[in-house]
Nanobody
């Protein structure tokens, strides 16, 4: 079983919103910085956002600042990516991982299209 399981993706119209979830199944996220990445077709995987261990620090890629936020619920062993004002260029498979990284999960597909 993959150490993380991502969910919440889907097809959404431009300007819409989605909330992605990442549940860690084989480790406790409490002691880890958690990160979201995405990979669009024929492009390299890129960093989207990360969050410190106590939620006090977040970091977002310039391309998503003002539209995406990241949060975590350590009690649920879950990290979230809240996406709003979605654009077609946000279309990608979204992955989460800890830092230092472990094996990748399957990701969740986000498609932004009218």
């Amino acid at each position: 079983q993959a150490p993380v399981v991502e969910s919440g993706g889907g097809l959404v119209q431009p300007g819409g919103s989605l909330r992605l979830s990442c549940i860690a199944s084989s480790f406790n996220i409490t002691g880890y910085v958690m990160k979201w990445y995405r990979q669009a077709p024929e492009k390299a995987r890129e960093f989207v956002a990360d969050i410190g261990t106590s939620s006090g620090r977040t970091n977002l890629a310039d391309s998503v600042k003002g539209r995406f936020t990241i949060s975590r619920d350590n009690a649920k062993n879950t990290v979230y990516l809240h996406m709003s004002s979605l654009k077609p260029e946000d279309t990608a498979v979204y992955y989460c991982n800890r830092w230092p990284a472990t094996h990748w999960g399957q990701g969740t597909q986000v498609t932004v299209s009218s």
